[in-house]
């Protein structure tokens, strides 16, 4: 025999050995196996985790708590709407109260309606129906704020309704006359300091981008 016909044959047992032993460590393919993955199945998956209690948001954690109740609040809300912002809610509230309050003092609902709630226009026009009927009328003029902050936030994820409740400190000056123009109370230059606590509310998602005023209090 041939020196080249022997060196295949040693060849070829190698090759049939390596075979064997590939077979014996990795095995074959029985009924216990999982089946293989659809490729769609592969991608990696969106899991929805429940909304953080602002810890990386300084936009909620510069105004509440970070890990309070008002802080998961307003972080639902957020991933409800991702263009809110707490900042520009405050902007917004700031202006609202100046219009809101001053509305109310010179007895124009009328202007401000869209932006209270049925409860908080009834209890505004029974105020301002009462002054008119004891002929007293108020003179104001707004000066600022000195003070706002966010008291509590709050959302429910059924109903998707936020209320944000907040306190001002607002400086004004107001007078007060009587029916026959005298004044009973205060000054024109004297400036009042009036606290307020107001708590607005709306649908978050609700296409309507506006907050109504649902509460008052002192």
């Known amino acids: 025999m041939s020196s080249s ?13 390596l075979i064997l032993k590939l077979r014996s460590v990795l095995g074959t ?12 199945q592969m991608r990696p998956r969106l899991v929805e985790t429940p909304p953080r209690s602002g810890a990386s948001d300084p ?19 957020k991933q409800i709407e991702p263009d809110f912002s707490v900042n520009g809610f405050l902007g917004g509230a700031r202006g609202a109260y100046e219009m809101i309050l001053m509305a109310f003092q010179n007895g124009d609902l ?11 226009e009834e209890s505004f026009g029974t105020a301002i129906a009462d002054r008119e009927t004891k002929g007293i009328t108020l003179e104001s003029k707004f000066s600022g704020i000195r003070e706002m902050v966010i008291e509590e936030a709050r959302f429910d994820p059924v109903t998707k ?36 606590i107001w708590t607005f509310e709306r649908q978050i998602g609700a296409a309507d981008p506006n907050w109504q005023l649902s509460a008052t209090g002192d």
């Open 161 to 196: 309704f936020a209320e944000l409740t907040l306190r001002f400190m607002g400086e004004l000056t107001v007078v007060v006359r009587n029916k026959a123009g005298d004044i009973v109370e205060g000054s024109p230059t004297a400036i009042k300091r009036q606290r307020d």
């Open 5 to 17: 016909i022997l060196q295949l044959l040693v060849l070829a047992g190698i090759a049939i050995f």
């Open 29 to 40: 393919r029985d009924g216990f196996e999982k089946p293989p993955v659809p490729s769609d």
């Open 110 to 120: 009328d202007s401000i309606r869209p932006f209270l709630t049925d409860e908080v």
């Open 59 to 77: 936009d909620i954690t510069d105004h509440v708590p970070e890990g309070s109740s008002s802080a998961l609040a307003l972080a639902q809300i």
